[in-house]
C-alpha cells in the first residue's frame, strides 16, 4: 500500500526487470540457443544477451514478442518428434544456408536439392497436413 491507502502498482521498471529473466526462462524451456531465439523473433541475439544478463531491459510488447517465438519452437518440436521420417534437420540446414550465406550458395547443389529432395519432403508434409 501507499502512503495514500491505495495499493501500490509496480513500477515500469520492475515490470521491465521481471521480464528480463522471463525471457532466459522462456528460452531454456523451449531449449533454443539466444541466437536461435533471435532468428525465430527476428531480434539480434546480441540484443537477447543483454536483455538476459539485465544490461538492457525489455518493453511488454518485445517480452511478448519473445515468448511467441519460443512458444512456436516448442510447438513444432512436438510435431517433429512425432515424424521421424521427415528429415527435418537437413531442411533447417537448408534454410539456414539460403537466409545467411547468400554469396556463398552452390546453385548447382541447391537446384538439384529443390528438384529431388525436396519433392519427397514435400509429398511428407502434404500427407502430414492431411
Given at each position: 500500500?501507499?502512503?495514500?491507502?491505495?495499493?501500490?502498482?509496480?513500477?515500469?521498471?520492475?515490470q521491465r526487470?521481471?521480464?528480463?529473466?522471463?525471457?532466459?526462462q522462456l528460452r531454456t524451456a523451449a531449449g533454443l540457443t539466444q541466437q536461435?531465439?533471435?532468428?525465430?523473433?527476428?531480434?539480434?541475439?546480441?540484443?537477447?544477451?543483454?536483455y538476459e544478463s539485465g544490461r538492457r531491459h525489455p518493453s511488454p510488447p518485445m517480452v511478448a514478442r519473445l515468448a511467441a517465438a519460443a512458444r512456436i519452437q516448442r510447438d513444432d518440436r512436438d510435431v517433429v518428434e512425432e515424424h521421424p521420417e521427415i528429415s527435418w534437420r537437413a531442411m533447417k540446414g537448408m534454410r539456414d544456408v539460403v537466409a545467411h550465406e547468400h554469396?556463398?550458395?552452390d546453385h548447382e547443389l541447391l537446384w538439384r536439392t529443390l528438384s529431388a529432395d525436396v519433392s519427397r519432403e514435400a509429398e511428407l508434409l502434404r500427407l502430414l497436413a492431411g
Open positions: 500500500m501507499g502512503g495514500d491507502g491505495r495499493p501500490t502498482r509496480p513500477s515500469h521498471r520492475h526487470k521481471a521480464g528480463t529473466s522471463t525471457i532466459a536461435e531465439l533471435g532468428d525465430l523473433s527476428g531480434v539480434a541475439r546480441s540484443t537477447i544477451a543483454a554469396g556463398a550458395i
